[in-house]
């Protein structure tokens, strides 16, 4: 069985300081790692995601992942954030032989002034 | 294309009502899945279909039924409402074929239901 283990409920943040949101994983085969990200009032957005190669995803709006099998993590990194990142973030992982998603408890990400 | 839609956007119910919440997607998805979102819970799984007539369970399926007679749709049917079904409700749809297990989800934009 998979599961994903979001170590933080909540993280404070000034703005333009560097984040890290972190996200641990167990599965028995290979595994599919994703970020969603969740606005106020909103659906889930995939962020990035990791299939194969790199090991560092990134995204369109400065967010990049970095997957370590042998620590079974795939943390979310941004140098620098905006008070527009606030929002809740949702590591999921996939099996190779799933089709749905397993997801984490969420982390939410508070940007202040 | 419209992605995945969910009707209705909120909904308040009495304790032992029934209804259906709506999903439908227009990208000719094979994978549709619905999960609740409860605070502090993250999102878990309800029920999920790999094709039209193919339904399974998934993490929290009790008191909770689904169907897929299309590719298109993929109702879920509360059958006696309960307080304890109070939660945000979504869709998600995947796309099948040569990729399909490492493809990500495309999300509705939610219902929010309320039992009272």
């Known amino acids: 069985a998979q599961s994903v283990t979001q170590l933080d409920s909540q993280v404070p943040v000034f703005e333009e300081a560097p984040v890290e949101l972190r996200c641990n994983y167990s599965s028995s085969v290979s595994v599919y790692l994703f970020w969603y990200v969740q606005y106020p009032n909103q659906g889930l957005q995939l962020l990035l995601k990791y299939l194969s190669g790199s090991t560092l995803v990134e995204s369109i709006n400065g967010f990049e992942a970095e997957f370590n099998k042998s620590q079974t993590s795939f943390h979310l990194r941004k140098p620098s954030v905006h008070i527009s990142d606030t929002a809740e973030y949702f590591c999921?992982?996939?099996?190779?032989?799933?089709?749905?998603?397993?997801f984490g408890k969420g982390t939410m990400l508070l940007v202040s002034p | 294309n419209a992605g995945v839609t969910q009707t209705p956007k909120f909904q308040v119910l009495k304790t032992g009502q029934s209804m259906t919440l709506q999903c439908a997607q227009d990208m000719n998805h094979e994978y549709m899945s619905w999960y609740r979102q409860d605070p502090g819970m993250g999102l878990r799984l309800i029920h999920y279909?790999?094709?039209?007539?193919?339904?399974d369970q998934g993490e929290v399926p009790n008191g909770y039924n689904v169907s897929r007679s299309t590719t298109e749709d993929f109702p879920l049917r509360l059958l006696s409402a309960a307080p304890s079904q109070t939660s945000v409700y979504f869709c998600?749809?995947?796309?099948?074929?040569?990729?399909?297990?490492?493809?990500?989800?495309?999300f509705g934009q939610g219902t929010r239901l309320t039992v009272v």
């Open positions: 998600a749809s995947t796309p099948a074929g040569s990729g399909r297990v490492n493809t990500e989800a495309f």
């Open positions: 999921a992982v996939k099996d190779s032989g799933y089709s749905t998603l397993t």
């Open positions: 279909s790999v094709g039209a007539g193919i339904t």
